[in-house]
T-cell receptor, first 113, second 114 residues
């Protein structure tokens, strides 16, 4: 089976812009979670989607949003980018919600200038 | 609430020596525990997981971990370190309860000394 894929792999944006990241889960997986990884804050949970519904949300401002489509693919959007949004954004998929094992994609590295 | 604590943000071992990475968890209900590895510029790869079936869990690349409820620990070990083991390792916990998220520790960077 193909693993979790994320596009694009690298992205450079400027402050104030918005960005959309995409994640395709492993075939058959219905849950997708998003994480932000930075050197200072480590791995922080953004949100989790299952069957097109957001099931859990981390402590991030409303500028961070996401959605899941009927084929389980997911997108996350960050509006009005700030310098502090520079990070590696990781997507993970699992068959279902907790406590199913999550499998991670390679991530999208976002640099905000 | 649930949390994990990884003792030691950096660990160095000689090639061929024992690798021991420490993880302690806090959970009000029986947890599911995971170890992930991250190589430079890559995502996280699952090493092994504890799901209450057996307390000693064997994973990929020769790693194993033992769940000790009395010590609330889930330390990761490998008998003989290899240069290719150099990476960052994350312990994570997820309770089998509702829509619980996966909570990560702060990570341990493992360096292998030739």
């Amino acid at each position: 089976k193909a693993g979790v894929t994320q596009t694009p792999r690298y992205l450079i944006k400027t402050r104030g812009q918005q960005v959309t990241l995409s994640c395709s889960p492993i075939s058959g997986h219905r849950s997708v979670s998003w994480y932000q990884q930075t050197p200072g804050q480590g791995l922080q949970f953004l949100f989790e989607y299952f069957s097109e519904t957001q099931r859990n949300k981390g402590n991030f401002p409303g500028r961070f949003s996401g959605r899941q489509f009927s084929n389980s693919r997911s997108e996350m959007n960050v509006s009005t980018l700030e310098l502090g949004d520079s990070a590696l954004y990781l997507c993970a998929s699992s068959l279902a919600l907790a406590p199913e094992t999550q499998y991670f994609g390679p991530g999208t590295r976002l640099l905000v200038l | 609430a649930q949390s994990v604590t990884q003792l030691g943000s950096h660990v160095s071992v000689s090639e061929g020596a024992l690798v021991l990475l420490r993880c302690n968890y806090s959970s009000s209900v029986p947890p599911y525990l995971f170890w992930y590895v991250q190589y430079p510029n890559q995502g996280l790869q699952l090493l092994l997981k504890y799901t209450s079936a057996a307390t000693l869990v064997k994973g990929i690349n020769g790693f194993e971990a033992e769940f000790k409820k009395s010590e609330t620990s889930f330390h990761l070990t490998k008998p003989s370190a290899h240069m290719s083991d150099a990476a960052e390792y994350f312990c994570a916990v997820r309770r089998n309860f509702g829509n619980e998220k996966l909570t990560f520790g702060t990570g341990t960077r493992l360096t292998i000394i030739p």
